[in-house]
């Protein structure tokens, strides 16, 4: 079983900069892709970006683009989200979550959650 658990959520102004983490503990990420979802208040969930198991391929939602910076250190068994230039309208709870291992890419099921880290953005 996998356990990930996130960190680095706060408040920041707008046009500031936040660094999430990620880290899996149970057992080593190998073959496991890795992603980024948010919820705001009285909305649903929504993907924000996606890594490839190996570091490789990225993508990321249009309204992060730019922005937003998805990372692993696989030696670390750590994923990470660097957002900048951070907009009011990303106030949400951050969660990060992984695939089985082997699974396709792009991923459109996770099998691994975290419970969130809250990031607040003021104007």
């Known amino acids: 079983q996998v356990q990930l658990v996130e960190s680095g959520g706060g408040l920041v102004q707008a046009g500031g900069s936040l660094r999430l983490s990620c880290a899996a503990s149970?057992?080593?990420?190998?073959?496991?892709?890795m992603a980024w979802f948010r919820q705001a208040p009285e909305k649903e969930r929504e993907f924000v970006a996606a890594i490839y198991w190996s570091g490789g391929a990225k993508y990321y939602q249009d309204s992060v683009k730019g922005r937003f910076t998805i990372s692993r250190g696989v030696a670390e068994n750590t994923g990470y989200l660097q957002m900048n230039s951070l907009k009011p309208e990303d106030t949400a709870i951050y969660y990060c979550?992984?695939?089985?291992?082997?699974?396709?890419?792009?991923?459109?099921?996770?099998?691994?959650w975290g419970q969130g880290t809250q990031v607040t953005v003021s104007s």
């Open positions: 979550a992984a695939t089985y291992p082997g699974t396709m890419w792009p991923p459109t099921k996770y099998a691994y």
């Open positions: 149970g057992r080593t990420l190998t073959n496991n892709h």
